[in-house]
């Protein structure tokens, strides 16, 4: 009876040490995650006017891209 009882603690005993709850690290990420909204990026224009031959003309010039956008054109 006594073994019986010892055999039943030492069960109980083994049982309950490995209930343990076992705790895994926290996973670190390298990357740094932004959330921000997609926002489309419009072209900045700028138009020029000018008077040549007594007829007034206009030309755009991108200021994104550094560059004219269409040739002289009557307004």
């Known amino acids: 009876m006594k073994r019986r009882l ?3 603690l030492f069960a109980c ?3 309950l040490s490995f209930a343990v709850p076992a ?14 909204e997609a926002a489309p990026r419009t ?7 000018r008077n040549y ?9 991108s200021i994104t891209n550094g560059r ?3 040739e002289w054109t009557n307004a």
């Not at 031959?53 to 010039?61: A, D, E, N, P």
């Open 6 to 8: 010892l055999v039943c």
């Open 43 to 49: 072209e900045m224009t700028q138009i020029f006017w």
């Open 53 to 61: 031959q007594g007829v007034l003309q206009f030309r755009v010039w």
């Open 23 to 36: 705790m895994a690290a926290e996973a670190v990420s390298k990357y740094t995650v932004v959330e921000e």
């Open 13 to 15: 005993v083994m049982a």
């Open 68 to 70: 004219w956008l269409t």
